[in-house]
């Protein structure tokens, strides 16, 4: 099942979970979360489907 991501106005395909300590939990795509993943607190973890959506050489990327 494809979810989108849940910043506005962004038809993505969510490919991480924010963990949020002051918020419910947010499925976004890699972009969004390479930005709001850089806030204090917010844990980015990445869903199945991200290794096919991050640029080689990423760290968690298949070979």
Known sequence: MTVNCAEEGC??????ELHIPWSENEFVCVGHARVRGQQDGVV???LDTA????????ADRER
């Open 51 to 58: 290794g096919e959506h991050m640029p080689d050489g990423a």
């Open 11 to 16: 038809d993505s395909e969510a490919t991480f």
């Open 44 to 46: 980015a973890e990445p």
